[in-house]
């Protein structure tokens, strides 16, 4: 069993940049890839980020690439994922989920989410 936390959302002006953090417990966190995903109202759950254990191999949806980064601090259970140059259409809640491999496509444990509003 995982527990996942996320924080660090909130409102932001386009063009602004927010720092989500998910915090992990329970199995061992590093023995795991990590995913972000987002769900904006009415909308489909979508893929954001993710990366693998080690945090050697990263890969994004093409709606972020250039501007989220994500990385992981496996001493501190934490994965995290920084957002630049935030648009409005970015607005959604943003969930962490944990994945036995690397870009596997399914993912075992989900955390609540955090709200991400990005203001115009």
């Known amino acids: 069993q995982v527990q996942l936390v996320e924080s660090g959302g909130g409102l932001v002006q386009a063009g602004g940049s927010l720092r989500l953090s998910c915090a992990a417990s329970g199995r061992t966190f590093s023995s795991f890839a990590m995913g972000w995903f987002r769900q904006a109202p009415g909308k489909e759950r979508e893929f954001v980020a993710t990366i693998s254990w080690s945090g050697g191999s990263t890969y994004y949806a093409d709606s972020v690439k250039g501007r989220f980064t994500v990385s992981r601090d496996n001493a501190k259970n934490t994965v995290y994922l920084q957002m630049n140059n935030l648009k409005p259409d970015d607005t959604a809640v943003y969930y962490c989920?944990?994945?036995?491999?690397?870009?596997?496509?399914?993912?075992?444990?989900w955390g609540q989410g955090t709200q991400v509003t990005v203001s115009s």
């Open positions: 989920a944990v994945s036995r491999y690397f870009r596997s496509g399914t993912y075992d444990y």
